[in-house]
C-alpha cells in the first residue's frame, strides 16, 4: 500500500513512521518544508507524483494560544491544508484520514462527549480545527476524521516533558486540577491511523465519518501530572516528587479558553478492533526509554 504522510516531524508524524517502519508498506512522508499542506499546488504536484493509495494528514497548526492571535495561519493549515488534501484524496477516490481535536467541543457537557455531540469551539485553534474537519467531510466522501486529545509522546514538545523537567527545578508546583480530559499516547494513535490504514487494503473499510480517539481513562491536568511524577519516581528520572498543588483555571490565565471538560467517548472503533489508548501504558514506556 501506497501511504502518503504529511507532517512528519510532528508527534503524530514520528510515531506514525514507527509504526509503518518494516511493514510490507511504501511510506511518502513530508515536512512542512518539504510539503506545505496550505500550497495548492505543492499538494497537487506531490499527491499527483506519489499516487497514493490512502492520505494520512498529521500535520496541523498545535499553537493553541499563538493562534489567538494568528488566526490567518492557524486557518491555512488546520482548514485550506486539509481541504486541500481532501480534494485530491476525493479525485482519487482514495481514503483520507485526518487528526481533530476535543476542543472543538466548549467543555459544558456533563458526561462524554460523543462524535455526534454540538460542537462549539472556544477559541482560535478549536474553529480553525472545525472548519478543517467540516471541509474534510464536505470535500472527501471517504474521509475519516479521528479526534484526539492531550496528546503526548517521546518526541518533540509535550505536558509529560514539561512535568519532567520542572520536577527536576522546583521542590513546588502548581497545576490545573479543574479540567478534565483523556490523555493520548501518540504511538497508541499511530497504530490506530495505521490500523485503519490496514483495513482499508484488506477491504475491511471502516465507514467515512468522525471518530474519537483518547485515552481510556480520563483525568485532570493535576491527575496527569501526578501519574507522570510517580512513573519518573520509580524510572529514576527524578529524585524526589514535586509538592503538587491543585489549582483552578482562574490561577493559570491563558491567552486561549480550555474546554473545562473535554472527556470524549467513542465505541465505535472497538468494534473495527481498534481499543482507547492505554496511556498510563504509554507513559510508562517513554519515561522507561526517557534517557536512551
Ligand atoms: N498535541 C496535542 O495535544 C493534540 C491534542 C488534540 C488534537 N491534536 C491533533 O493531533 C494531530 C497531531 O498533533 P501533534 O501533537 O502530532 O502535532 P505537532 O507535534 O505539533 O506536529 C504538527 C506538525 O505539523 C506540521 N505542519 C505545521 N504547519 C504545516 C504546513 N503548513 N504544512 C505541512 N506541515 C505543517 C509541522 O511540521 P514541521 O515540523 O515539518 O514544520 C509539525 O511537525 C493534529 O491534528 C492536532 O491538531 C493534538
Known amino acids: 500500500m501506497r501511504i502518503l504522510l504529511t507532517g512528519k516531524n510532528g508527534q503524530l508524524g514520528r510515531c506514525f513512521q514507527d509504526a509503518v517502519a518494516g511493514k510490507n508498506h511504501e511510506l511518502f512522508a513530508y515536512g512542512s518544508a518539504e510539503l506545505d499542506i496550505s500550497n495548492a499546488l505543492q499538494v497537487a504536484l506531490i499527491v499527483g ?3 497514493p493509495d490512502i492520505i494520512v494528514n498529521a500535520a496541523a497548526y498545535t499553537a493553541v494560544d499563538k ?5 490567518e495561519n492557524a486557518y491555512s493549515v488546520n482548514a485550506t491544508g486539509p481541504e486541500l488534501l481532501a480534494r485530491q484524496a476525493a479525485e ?3 481514503p483520507f484520514i485526518h487528526v481533530s481535536t476535543d476542543y472543538v467541543f466548549d467543555g459544558a457537557a456533563v458526561k462524554p462527549y460523543l462524535p455526534t455531540d454540538v460542537t462549539n ?8 480545527k ?3 474537519e467540516l471541509a474534510v467531510s464536505a470535500t472527501c466522501d471517504k474521509a475519516i476524521v479521528l479526534r484526539t486529545s492531550w496528546v503526548f509522546s517521546e518526541y518533540g514538545n509535550n505536558f509529560v516533558k514539561t512535568m519532567v523537567r520542572l520536577a527536576k527545578e522546583r521542590d513546588e508546583l502548581g497545576v490545573v486540577a479543574d479540567q478534565y480530559g483523556c490523555p493520548t499516547y501518540a504511538g497508541d494513535l499511530a497504530q490506530a491511523v495505521f490500523q485503519i490504514c490496514n483495513q482499508y487494503e484488506q477491504g475491511k473499510k471502516i465507514p467515512a465519518g468522525i471518530y474519537h480517539y483518547c485515552g481510556d481513562t480520563p483525568t485532570s491536568w493535576h491527575g496527569f501530572a501526578r501519574a507522570i511524577f510517580s512513573v519518573a519516581k ?26 473545562v471538560y473535554s472527556i470524549m467517548k467513542d465505541e465505535t472503533l ?5 481499543f482507547p489508548s492505554d496511556w498510563f501504558a504509554g507513559l510508562n514506556s517513554i519515561l522507561r526509554d526517557y534517557n536512551a
Open 49 to 51: 507524483q506519489d499516487q
Open 67 to 71: 493562534a489567538e492571535t494568528d488566526s
Open 92 to 94: 482519487l477516490d482514495i
Open 121 to 128: 469551539p472556544q477559541g482560535v485553534y478549536g474553529a480553525s
Open 130 to 132: 472545525l472548519a478543517g
Open 234 to 259: 520509580v524510572n529514576g528520572l527524578i529524585k524526589k516528587i514535586p509538592m503538587l498543588k491543585a489549582i483552578s483555571t482562574d490561577a493559570y490565565p491563558t491567552p486561549a479558553k480550555r474546554p
Open 270 to 274: 472497538s468494534s473495527f478492533g481498534i
